[in-house]
């Protein structure tokens, strides 16, 4: 096994995972391609996530632990970053499993075609591992920049195997986000280099209640993701980007939580993940999910707001970017 100068580092940044890590580690250890270092950075956990990092290190060379004191997402990623010695770099949280085929699926690609970010689908499971949905994108980098643009879904963070060197010369994961930081260096990346996604799945994302992104109900996840996509389009068109200066970021960030307040947008937003919890959790053929759905509409008429909110919706940065224009 060469693991001297391993063409791919795989990165997982945790924080009191110790319910997961276990599967997320041996779905990377089972990889059929095994020319890797796998790089966990621990965030300072007060379970027992870093014991059970020890006990797999002592098994297997290719695990590198780094721990240290709690300091979030963004600056946990940006240490992955600085301490991978690899070409390629494949994200995986500490929630969700690798399929066996991942890393060889997405190397190959990368060797076959000039793209400096690759995604892949994903098999959607729920906090005991049962499947309960699937998620599949477009291949090019135009369907994908759209997708982004128009905050409609997105490959997930954990899919994502992109260029070490192009991304450190971009700066990395921006720090100024602690939530949406994907999204935002997604879009650095597109606006300069070539995006990609295998078409079919590659990981198990695990949707659970404990996952960061649902730790505010969402609202911060969603409104930095609008941010990031404004800030994109003001990048795009010459203008100064608030991202890159802490009071202009927080200026920003106080226009859009009042105009999407204005909106009763996070409201509406609640009535669409409420119907869309509802679908995660139904065990049942799927035409009978979309039975219980409609009976759920009928008895809570109010969920039809959610619906149109999220129809109506994707191009609300373009909306703001235009309507704050005179602000920012």
């Known amino acids: 096994m060469n693991n001297i100068h391993p063409e791919i580092t795989v990165l997982t940044c945790c924080y009191n995972a110790s319910s997961f890590i276990k599967e997320t580690i041996e779905s990377i ?13 621990d965030d300072g956990s007060t379970d027992e996530t870093y014991l059970i990092l020890k006990k797999y290190q002592k098994t297997d060379s290719r695990i590198k632990i780094i721990q240290k004191e ?36 997405q190397f190959k690609y990368s060797q076959e075609h000039n793209a400096t970010l690759i995604g892949g689908g994903a098999i959607i499971i729920n906090e005991q591992g049962f499947i309960i949905s699937r998620y599949d994108y477009p291949d090019n980098h135009i369907q994908l920049l759209n997708k982004l643009e128009q905050n409609k879904p997105f490959f997930a963070h954990s899919t994502a195997f992109f260029n070490k060197k192009i991304i450190s010369d971009l700066g990395g994961y921006n720090e100024l986000l602690i939530r949406a930081q994907d999204k935002d260096l997604w879009f650095r990346i597109a606006e300069k280099y070539k995006i990609a996604c295998l078409p079919y799945p590659i990981i198990k994302l695990r949707k659970h209640n404990k996952m960061i992104s649902k ?11 609008i941010m990031a996509t404004i800030c994109h389009y003001k990048r795009m068109n010459k203008e100064p980007d608030p991202s890159l200066n802490k009071d202009q970021w927080k200026h920003l960030n106080s226009q859009v939580d009042q105009e999407l307040k204005k909106l009763i947008y996070f409201k509406k937003l609640s009535y669409w993940n409420q119907l869309r919890q509802l679908w995660y959790q139904l065990q049942c ?5 979309i039975l219980q759905l409609f009976l ?33």
């Open 29 to 41: 250890l089972a990889q059929t391609y095994t020319n890797f270092k796998y790089l966990i950075i």
């Open 70 to 105: 709690h300091s979030g997402l963004t600056h946990s990623l940006n240490l992955g970053l600085q301490e991978a010695k690899s070409k390629w770099i494949a994200r995986l949280d500490a929630d969700d499993i690798a399929l066996p085929q991942r890393l060889e699926q």
């Open 215 to 225: 730790t505010d109900n969402n609202t911060l996840q969603v409104s930095m993701a």
């Open 285 to 289: 053929p799927k035409i009978l999910k």
């Open 296 to 328: 759920y509409i009928l008895k809570h008429p109010y969920i039809l707001t959610g619906i149109l909110h999220r129809i109506f919706t994707h191009n609300i940065a373009w909306k703001l970017y235009n309507s704050l224009k005179k602000d920012l």
